[in-house]
């Protein structure tokens, strides 16, 4: 049921635009349905060089498994496990990836927003982790859950973002240990989009699940997926218990789960681009197989967050060429393999949203949309490696994110042959500003961002010599302005409420912190 | 021999980078050789469609030529000419852009400088034609000839940029009908890169023929290519006397000459990505066409200018979506007539060096590059939608340009096996930072960037809080100061001052000015 889904809205198409045009301000893009080529560096002896080296490296390297009910399940699933180290066969690995679905639809809370996802089918979820925030007033401090709210707000309301994510900011006025409860309820109260599930450890996966299974009903989370949990592995070849629990928690409930190495090129991985990516889809496809030990058919995403290290100061580094490169090869490996994969958007060190933040993003969103991502997660806000979600970066990039949207949708052809007899029509030296053809089609004919500046100097001296830093954050006010709260059934609102409550005395209070890419 | 150049240098490759981290500051990349794949959305029959579709408005609809010399040269070629309307068969059409060399040799003043192009190879060339700039100290102003002067040197010492274009900001203190020579002679004393020339008329243009002449020898311009000039065609569908005596000035000497229809898609072409391209390439296959009436043989590139017009303000924006797919079609196009083509990159309409600036240039410069662009025009200082070059932009871009250089070479395999070897050195959870294996590729195995900054933000205001403007300003000033000038031979360096000064004695001093892009 999960490898065919029944597709409860059209993706795509002019009327889903026309539409969108026409919806309040809260409208959303359906899923993206990308008609653009994949940028595949690799041929078919490539993808099999790779393949073969990471097979190897799972068969005689091996991978650390540092959670005794793993290496259990791995020994139960004929695993050659070895102290901690688990080696794992090609055969075993190939035959435990096949029944990972290759696509599936998310459900969320409003079943109009529901998405296909995998094969041609993508999505845009914004940032996640920050310890501090750029506020609207570009102040850089520690954000509260009133700052998550705004976060999941400006989600809400940017039609390219398909997803809310959760803990975009951290909300360091709620205790550590409560913190998943909160962080999952502002997700399900302020949109009614898809979102994340907090994976800081099994018993908190199993809260955040809980509470989908107030939401949604727990009989439609064994039918579909409506939540997404992430697990990191340490580079090289490790996998910890925190993780692991929580993979459990997930692929238990069929809900997917991202398997992401967490990839410090250079530092973490070999100092090259098709070793590096050899590495991480031995590490990725590892992940991949436990989550078929754990529940066989359960969805999973093959991930990975990727830097380049700098050799000079140690620093992680963004838009590079290398994690382009890296990012097109990983697309081949995931398709290879027939699983959904998930890549990272906007990344950058920028301390301030400057020209740098603007190019490394740029060059990121680019990375991925050639590369054919599924999963293109830190779609918006991200800055200074992650330290920070910036507000005005967050409403550019969703911008950027539409216009990305619009890039790998590929060429319409079907006002052709009309288009070509206003060229008659016009002539040499003629314009088209009148033609009844640009009349019917200007509207869809060229995407015109709002957030970017295209006017004389003169005319935007006039409007105050604004640069986009300042245009993004009067935006930002104003659409947070105009947002409506898609309102909780009163019933669910009070059980997601009493169970929090309820889970807030069982939880001690605890200051620890794990932050998942 | 243009067809099957001998290269004078090796291009590409591990010794060429090492020798470039070697060589002193104004170390210059050899020309690009990709082997990235090209992003083509289009399938054989929709090449086809355009390619059928743009042959009938050649044919039908005809294209204005406003020039007796070239309506005269049609006639005698054998088109259907019609007052000023020529009718162009598509068997003439492609029997004369057959002769149209697909690759050559650009030589330049410095024989180590010299760059295959066409096919996978490509170069980048910065920005020109800016009234204005944005100076040393960010101050927005009108140029002289000793800011063309700095910008000469700085695309000198830029080693990604093989290219000092010619007048990348408008000498305002010198008299316009003398400009020509002044921005010649800059260009030829500043680098001993290639470099563009004048089209601003035919009796220009010769002049700037006559300076390559002085500089190479009569004889060598017949053997390659060392100058190219750019003849704007105005959209929809004409061609004006001033671009084709340039022309003819510049074929008849087998000098390139960048066919450029002028684009503002939805203004002077069809509301409508494919059909706009259907339009343009009709131009394009006009202009290259004619160069072959001029010489058969003359050395051309399909050109453009492109930009899509807001609907609702007519400003014309850069970095939008449909001017990458656009990008990607033409660059098919270009392929399917075998010839070689220009498009431009790091455009934008941010009125200061702003996120929203880097944006819009890093989404043109990933169009150009998986479009596969050969002349890889306005690469480096294009702000406010050209009206200044900035000196901080300008150097921001050309590290752009060298990271995209590095995208576009794609994936090497040279050092898989052994990389693989430290993978089972390291194991999991080890680190590779003192690997033999990453001291021997770190240097070259990710690119780090001098503009942008990675480091963490306390380490970011312990340097000074500085963004990427700043940092770029005082990186132009030191690597000023760090300039060489590559000398001109004696004798040919008073030959070209003696040309100039007879020419400011001929040529009366007059206002007007035209301006290419």
Redesign the interface.
Known sequence: MIENPTRPIRSGGREARRAMRMAPRSSMLPALER???Y????DPD?IA?IDN?SM??LE?????FRDEIALEDWRKAGADVRGE?VHLDRGLVRELISTIPSSWTYRARNIERSLPFGGRHSIFVPMTGAPFLRDLDDV?RLPTLADLNMFHKLAHLSPALHSTAHVIVEPMDVKVSHRHLHITYSSMKHSDKTFMGMTTSGRNAEDVLAMCDILFGADVLEETPVVTGNCNG?S???WDETMLSAMRAFCKRKQPVLCSPFVL???????????AV??LNAEALSGLAYTQVIRKGAPAVYGHYLS??????G????????I??MNY?IGQMARFYNVPWRSSNTLG???????????????TM?AVL?AGTNYIWHSAGWN??G?HCSVA?FV?DAE?CA?????AE????D??DE??Q???D????????G?A??LA???R?????K???????EQ?QADG?Q???ARALEYARKILGEYEEPKLDEATDEALRDYIARREREIPAADAVNTEY
Chains 1, 2 share one sequence.
């Open positions: 008609n653009l080529p940028c595949e560096p690799m490539q060089r080296a190897a490296i005689d390297v091996g991978v650390v180290r850089r340490n090289p070849l490790v090129g250079g530092a973490n991985t070999p100092a090259s681009v098709a070793p050899a590495q380049t290290v700098s050799m000079k100061s620093a992680p580094m963004a838009g590079t060429p290398e382009s490169l090869m060190g920028a301390k301030t949203f400057d020209a740098q933040a603007g190019y490394e993003s740029a060059m680019n050639h200074e490696a330290m970066k550019v950027m216009m990305g949207y619009r890039m590929g060429v319409r052809w006002d052709f288009a070509m206003a060229v008659r016009v002539g040499p030296g003629g314009h088209y500003l033609h053809h640009t089609n200007f509207e004919a060229f995407f015109m961002p957030l970017f500046d295209n006017n004389s100097i935007w010599s640069e986009i830093t």
